[in-house]
């Protein structure tokens, strides 16, 4: 037979303020906090994890100058040739981009949204535009 907890030994459910302290304080993981400056709103999300997906909010993977980054390739020049590929300038300046941020940019003002937008709202107000952009995103022509 188990012997059951009281209930004044069960211990409080734990919270996310401890966490949240070290996810605010840390000098790394810049980009990921722009999209989740809190751990709760992280936990929040519902979101469509793929390697694309987790390559743009986490400068993981897939881009240039993360590749550059751990000497994989020589440049981390975008093939547009404007700027260093990094996941923001995917996002709101690569010129090979274009069509896909036009689609991206005119879901996000047809729902009363502005252009451009941060990196939060993209997660919490334009999750199904911003990852049908990241779906349509071909990370082969752009490395």
């Known amino acids: 037979m188990q012997k059951k907890l009281p209930v004044s030994g069960v211990p409080p459910p734990p919270t996310h303020t401890h ?3 070290q996810w605010e304080s840390t000098n790394k993981g810049s980009l990921c906090r722009s999209f ?3 751990v709760e709103q992280r936990l929040q999300s519902n979101l469509p994890v793929s390697p694309e997906f987790t390559a743009i909010v986490s400068e ?3 881009t240039k100058s993360y590749l550059h980054r751990f000497g994989i ?3 981390q020049t975008c093939p547009c040739k404007g700027g260093d590929q990094t996941p923001e300038h995917l996002i709101y ?3 090979l981009l274009e069509t896909q941020r036009g ?3 005119q879901t996000i003002q047809k729902s009363r949204g502005t252009w451009p937008t941060t990196n939060k709202e993209l997660i919490t ?3 199904g535009p911003f990852t ?3 779906n349509s995103t071909d990370f082969n022509i752009l490395t």
């Open 73 to 75: 390739l020589d440049n």
């Open 132 to 134: 049908t952009f990241v």
């Open 60 to 62: 993981h993977g897939k």
């Open 36 to 38: 989740f400056p809190s």
């Open 103 to 105: 689609v991206m940019k």
């Open 125 to 127: 107000k334009y999750l």
């Open 93 to 95: 300046h690569c010129n």
């Open 19 to 21: 966490t949240d302290r």
